[in-house]
């Protein structure tokens, strides 16, 4: 059959800009469709700038480009006017003021990160350096359990490319607050932006961008370390060449080539959690959600994924982690949170933090804690 999507020249995609058409044309006899971002002017207000259009979930999903509409102008012209009002009843919900973009190819599906860099980019200014980008925004956060506020109006800002701890007590809310960033838990109330995404209007784009360590270390453990890599590389649309490749570098990396091929209920409690680092880190994500990541780990694999980290923030990376070794986040971090009780009581740098203590001074003035000693008494003397 003859398809019905014309050709699409650059003069058609010139004229956009002059003779402005509100119409959305279905592309092909497939049916397939691809929702396209209203074009961009550049500077000189004189041309239309084409992005490529945002594939999204369960669409071509063979990665094959699938066009998602006519230019008006060429629409207009080769389609008939039957076809087009068709066309335009079979999509409800088509904006008026979007304008097709059939030019652009559809985006690769084997990289998923590599789509969130255009998705994300409609909520960002273009010309703003990437360091100044939050990768985390948080505001008016609530999470409640039964009668009790686990996470009580919490306002977090983790700039881009930032190491950021988050500390407090033994049931503070650390966990309750990462795992809300991390999609696994739906507040009462409250945003939540991942680099730009809104995490309640796009749930599968915001969990794309982010790579998660939980904290309560429950796997597929009855696979090989290697094939639990795999799978969470497929889990992520990687290519098989792709993901071989890389568990070949996180294996180096995190020295767990020997251990590749036992399974993982015979690891270690600090083995399993490099493991699951790195199947965090497999699809190269932009932000890394890290609970308790250095907890059963010895000193010399901390030293290895101190040195993973720090290389995966200086080259653009987002690190947001709880932790209650005060030492290591004063080394690591650029900034801290304090949370006592589901509520930030101090946030900033570590040295607006600490305000010229250190950080376990500060820690414990803010949350106030600390045992009764008097009555144990009995403990001086002994039962034998």
Avoid at 318 to 327: A, N, R
Avoid at 340 to 346: F, H, P, Q, R, T
Wanted: a negative charge.
């Amino acid at each position: 059959m003859t398809s019905l999507m014309p050709e699409v020249t650059t003069d058609a995609v010139i004229a956009i800009d002059s003779e402005p058409v509100r119409r959305m044309v279905a592309a092909s006899n497939s049916a397939d469709l691809a929702e396209a971002r209203p074009p961009r002017r550049d500077a000189a207000g004189s041309a239309v700038v084409v992005e490529p259009g945002v594939v999204e979930p369960g669409v071509a999903a063979s990665g094959t480009p699938v066009p998602d509409a006519a230019s008006p102008d060429a629409a207009t012209t080769s389609a008939p006017a039957s076809d087009a009002a068709a066309s335009a009843a079979a999509v409800p919900d088509a904006s008026p003021a979007r304008e097709a973009d059939a030019a652009a190819p559809a985006l690769d599906l084997l990289e998923p990160a590599e789509q969130i860099d255009e998705s994300v980019t409609d909520s960002i200014d273009p010309d703003e350096p990437a360091p100044a980008r939050d990768a985390i925004r948080i505001r008016g956060l609530v999470k409640r359990f039964g009668d009790t506020n686990a996470v009580d109006d919490v306002d977090i800002t983790v700039p881009a490319g930032s190491f950021y701890g988050l500390v407090g007590p033994n049931g503070a809310g650390k966990t309750t607050t990462l795992s809300i960033i991390a999609g696994l838990l739906r507040p009462d109330a409250g945003t939540v932006h991942i680099s730009g995404i809104d995490q309640r209007e796009k749930p599968l784009e915001a969990k794309r961008v982010m790579g998660v360590l939980p904290d309560r270390l429950r796997t597929f453990d009855r696979l090989t370390g290697r094939q639990l890599l795999h799978y969470y590389g497929q889990l992520r649309g990687l290519d098989r060449s792709v993901i071989e490749k890389r568990t070949a570098d996180l294996a180096r990396a995190f020295d767990l080539n020997e251990a590749l091929s036992r399974v993982v209920s015979d690891y270690s409690a600090g083995m399993t959690k490099k493991v699951m680092l790195a199947g965090a880190l497999i699809h190269s994500p932009r932000v890394l959600v890290l609970d308790e990541p250095f907890e059963a780990v010895d000193p010399v694999s901390s030293g290895v994924i101190l040195d993973i980290l720090r290389s995966y923030v200086a080259h653009g990376g987002t690190v947001i982690l709880s932790s209650h070794g005060m030492d290591l986040v004063e080394r690591v971090c650029s900034r801290v949170a304090v949370i006592v009780g589901g509520e930030v009581l101090a946030e900033g740098t570590i040295d607006e933090v600490r305000a010229g203590q250190t950080l376990t001074q500060r820690f414990i003035e803010l949350s106030g804690t600390g045992g009764e000693v008097e009555g144990l008494e009995w403990l001086h003397t002994f039962s034998d």
